[in-house]
């Protein structure tokens, strides 16, 4: 169905939640940063500082081998807003899907540009800085519930945007945002990228207080879905959990862009909007130091370095964090990670196609920028185990330590969508 039509859309949501507005008033955090109010045109002066993920990560250290360079990822959300400062020159022409008034570039709540920021920002003037800035980004531009209510939306905008991104040279979807409800066309447009060789990252949603319902796309088997922790490393109390959590990343206390008009960022949001952006920037990190890998082995790679702590056996998934929490720098800065074989899914265990890239041209830029042992865990955002009491999980995050209760009932929730052992 094409724009203008009048059939009811089901309910959709970006995958983030709201924080503080970053004002004069200091904000007590965890480094009990304060905050100054920043111009309109301006980023907060001390946005960089709250990100506290980037120390925690060595991203740094990450970059002085690679930035991403060399990775498209779509970006399939609100739109993304190509001309803040640290966006510019960073994002591709992309497509929107909506149907209504605007482009691709026209974020209407600003989330899409913050998940753009996280993945790829420059960090220019003060904005966000991006796990990954040498990434260029491909802005897909979909509706939630709000803009759905106010314009006549073309109903098949998220499956039109997964095809899109399926047949483009992206290497890596990234998509924070969800519905409770499956669509068919979304279904055969995530198994057609799926089968383009495609690495697609999806957030499982911010509900789990609130009846902790399957959200898509994260939960299609296809589909990375992707839960969010906090600064302890303690999976966060909002993150959605069961089987079709994959892996985790950061996803609280982390600076976002207030609203569509990107004058200001905010502090305290929290959501798995946010892990998803990082773990898709994590993958193509790792992809850029490997392009002959295949989807298949930086997906590999991803889960067999991600943070288990104590008892927890590879191979082993959590409700709450699936194979563990991302630390890309395993494998950049120490060379750890096993690929796995090319063509052959850690998500379905089924041979796939293992091409990397498409028949379609590059997107042109726009014309107006539009576990081993202890060293390795010290040496990246660490480990993390589940509590008995909670069945939450923790990790270390540089000089954070977290108290670690293991009993028999740790692995109660292992999930049984895969065979243990992959």
Same mark, same amino acid.
């Given at each position: $169905?094409?724009?203008?039509?009048?059939?009811?859309?089901?309910?959709?949501?970006?995958?983030g939640q709201g924080g503080r507005l970053l004002g004069a008033v200091a904000v007590a955090a965890a480094w009990s940063v304060g905050f100054v109010a920043a111009a309109p045109s301006a980023a907060a002066v001390d946005v960089q500082s709250q990100q506290w993920y980037l120390g925690a990560m060595h991203a740094e250290e990450m970059w002085k081998s690679t930035t991403g360079e060399g990775i498209?990822?779509?970006?399939?959300?609100?739109?993304?807003?190509?001309?803040?400062?640290?966006?510019?020159?960073? &994002?591709?022409?992309?497509?929107?899907?909506?149907? !209504?008034?605007?482009?691709? %570039?026209?974020?209407?709540?600003?989330?899409?540009? %913050?998940? !753009?920021?996280?993945?790829?920002?420059?960090?220019?003037?003060?904005?966000?800085?991006?796990?990954?800035?040498? &990434?260029?980004?491909?802005?897909?531009?979909? =509706?939630?519930?709000?803009?759905?209510?106010?314009? !006549? &939306?073309? *109903?098949?905008? %998220?499956?039109?945007?997964?095809? =899109? !991104?399926?047949?483009?040279?992206? +290497?890596?979807?990234?998509?924070?945002?969800?519905?409770?409800?499956? $669509?068919?066309?979304?279904?055969?447009? *995530?198994?057609?990228?799926?089968? +383009?060789?495609?690495?697609?990252?999806?957030? &499982?949603?911010?509900?789990?207080k609130r009846g902790n319902k399957p959200i898509y796309p994260a939960a299609y088997p296809e589909v990375v879905g992707v839960g969010g922790t906090d600064q302890q490393g303690k999976a966060s109390e909002t993150s959605q959990h069961g089987a079709f959590v994959d892996i985790a990343a950061p996803g609280e206390d982390i600076p976002y862009w207030c609203d569509g008009n990107t004058g200001r960022y905010c502090q305290g949001g929290s959501g798995t909007s946010a892990a998803t952006a990082l773990t898709s920037a994590a993958a193509a990190l790792i992809w850029s130091a490997h392009p002959e890998w295949t989807a298949n082995q930086v997906l590999n790679v991803l889960f067999d370095t991600a943070g288990r702590g104590g008892n927890w056996e590879k191979g082993t998934l959590s409700n709450y964090l699936g194979h563990g929490i991302i630390r890309p720098? *395993?494998?950049?800065?120490?060379? +750890?990670?096993?690929?796995?074989?090319?063509?052959?899914?850690?998500?379905?265990?089924?041979?796939?196609?293992?091409?990397?890239?498409?028949?379609?041209?590059?997107?042109?830029?726009?014309?107006?920028?539009?576990?081993?042992?202890?060293?390795?865990?010290?040496?990246?955002?660490?480990?993390g185990t589940e509590k008995n009491d909670d069945d939450q999980l923790v990790w270390i995050l540089g000089g954070v330590a977290a108290v670690l209760v293991l009993g028999a009932a740790a692995f109660a929730l292992v999930r049984q969508r895969r065979a243990p052992g992959d």
């Open positions: $169905m094409t724009a203008g039509t009048s059939q009811p859309r089901k309910r959709r949501v970006h995958l498209k990822v779509a970006v399939i959300d609100t739109g993304v807003n190509s001309s803040t400062p640290s966006l510019q020159g960073q &994002v591709l022409r992309g497509l929107d899907a909506t149907g !209504a008034e605007g482009d691709e %570039t026209d974020d209407y709540n600003g989330h899409g540009t %913050t998940m !753009a920021e996280l993945i790829a920002g420059t960090g220019r003037d003060g904005g966000l800085k991006g796990l990954a800035p040498g &990434v260029k980004i491909v802005p897909m531009r979909v =509706a939630d519930t709000d803009f759905q209510n106010k314009h !006549a &939306v073309n *109903v098949y905008d %998220t499956a039109d945007s997964i095809r =899109a !991104a399926a047949d483009s040279d992206v +290497k890596i979807i990234s998509m924070s945002f969800g519905s409770e409800f499956k $669509m068919d066309q979304e279904i055969e447009a *995530v198994k057609y990228a799926h089968s +383009k060789g495609k690495l697609f990252f999806a957030a &499982v949603g911010n509900d789990a720098a *395993v494998n950049i800065l120490k060379g +750890k990670g096993t690929p796995g074989a090319p063509d052959i899914s850690p998500l379905t265990h089924e041979k796939t196609s293992h091409s990397t890239g498409s028949a379609a041209p590059s997107a042109p830029t726009s014309a107006e920028p539009q576990k081993d042992g202890q060293a390795d865990d010290a040496a990246v955002a660490g480990p």
